[in-house]
């Protein structure tokens, strides 16, 4: 295939690179050039999607794939730009998309919505209803030839923003016997999806002719937080010992799910199925989600060929010293 990535050098992107190289596609990036320089073998068209497109004025592809659009001003920009010469628009989107998490949603449930669409800022209250937004121009511009991915946490090697990694390069640092602080309780559920799953899903969707919106995420149930851990404590080859303690107990402490304590999320009624999408949809197309044991070992191989200075989790995670003393604080040091 003939493939225009826009994005494509950062994490989810330099994962679809990678695939699309390893299939023998020809590969067309265009970004700002500013996260890495594009690898030798593609076609670079430097520019910025929120400014100046006459870099993509000419040439045709089978497809687009837009892994960073956050603004629906710009995805619809895009899209027009590229309509009449693109064959598919591929849009990665997010499960964030759905307007509540308290039941597990399929790709019919109700998305979000917000009173100031034309809002830039992207955070946490707008960062999902915008994404819906988004979706809404990649249909509106390409109609059914858009493939709307709409992935669950995505993990693994190059993950900028530190969530699930932290889990593994906290086993790494145990010591054998040693009390690791763990939230809520072992048998939560938990889902993600591994980046280059989510490239090789994407691949095999463009080459199927795949249209419409797919939840991309392991399977509901397959894995829990114990499993995870317990994987992590594995690929660091330690024996740990557990100290779970309820979310409310945490927060007490002023240590927040999510950020403080990754992929652990609010003991609140909405987020009560967010680990529980349905993605059977993904599933029945070909989605194939790699064993946990092989996500875990390649990120903590990753993190571990990270210069030193680079080896910080100061976007998410705990600090030794706080979680020392929420240990202590908790009787369970
Ligand atoms: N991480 C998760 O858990 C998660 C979950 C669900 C969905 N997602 C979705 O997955 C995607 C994340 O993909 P990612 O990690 O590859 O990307 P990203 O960090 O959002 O974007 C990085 C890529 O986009 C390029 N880029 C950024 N701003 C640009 C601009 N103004 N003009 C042109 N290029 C620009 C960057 O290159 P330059 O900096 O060189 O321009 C880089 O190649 C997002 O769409 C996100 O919504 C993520």
Redesign the pocket.
Known sequence: MKLLI?????????HMVAAAHARGDSVTL??????APAPQAVEFRQ????GDLSPLAHGEWDAAID????LPGEVARMAQMLKGRVGCYLF?????VYASNATPNDEDSALGAIDDPDTTTVDARTYGPL?ALCEAEVQRAFGGAALLLR????VGPH???QRFTYWPARLARAAEGETVLAPGTPDAPLQFIDARDLAAFALHGLEAGLLGVFNVVSESGRWTFGDVLRACAAAAGVVVRFAWRDIADLQAQGIEPWSDMPLAVPATPDYQAFMRTDARRAAAAGLKTRPLAHTVADTLAWYRSLAPEQQVFDKAGLSSEREAAALAALGMA
């Open positions: 826009i994005g494509g050098s950062r994490f989810v992107g330099r265009f970004n700002r050039g500013q996260s520019g910025d999607r929120r892994t960073c659009g956050y990665i989107s997010s499960l964030s994404k992935p669950g946490l995505v993950d900028p923003t």
